[in-house]
Structures are given as C-alpha cells and as structure tokens.
C-alpha cells in the first residue's frame, strides 16, 4: 500500500490526500520514521488544496495524527464545504471526549 501512496504522492495530484493516507497505514504499522516522514510531506503539501472540498477534513486529520487534538476542532467546526460532514462530525466527537 505505502508503494502504491508514493508513487502518487510523486504525481503531485492531490499529493496531501495520499501522504495522509500513508501517514495513517505508518501510524497503525507503528513505524515513528515512517510517519514522521509522511507527516511532513502532509505539512509541505496540504497547503496547495486549500480551495478543495476536502481541505478542513484533511487538515484536521493531519493536527490529529500530529498530536494537536486543539488546533483539529478548529477545521471541523468551520468546515469549508458539507463533502465529509458524517467523517468530520466522528472525528470532532472523538476528540470532544478526549477533553471531557
């Protein structure tokens, strides 16, 4: 899968949706150099889809895995379009209990 995620973090095309996705798969297969790696493509990238409908998603699953639980509320509270509200809304309850 982590094969298939650079080369279309290579692409360029929608490069942050991809570096996510192999940010998460690092996170879960427990690789720190890996996921930092990936993390960082994220935070070079994310930028450049600021005016896609999956930007405030993505952004807040980025603070997530980053381990800024704070600044993540931020984008799923002021969402930039309705494309995830059901994926925004589990992640804001998620982290929601994580400061109760």
Do not use: C
């Not at 150099?33 to 999956?54: E, G, N």
């Not at 952004?59 to 995830?84: D, R």
């Amino acid at each position: 899968a982590l094969d298939l995620f650079d080369s279309s973090i290579a692409s360029k095309e929608n490069a942050s949706v991809s570096a996510i996705d192999a940010l998460v798969t690092a996170y879960h297969l427990q690789d720190a150099d890996l996921y930092y790696h990936y993390l960082k493509i994220v935070r070079d990238t994310l930028y450049k889809d600021y005016k896609k409908s999956f930007y405030s998603y993505a952004y807040a699953l980025k603070s997530y895995y980053a381990g800024e639980y704070f600044e993540a509320l931020s984008p799923l509270m002021h969402p930039n379009s309705n494309a995830f509200l059901k994926p925004n809304a589990r992640l804001a309850s998620k982290l929601f209990l994580m400061f109760k």
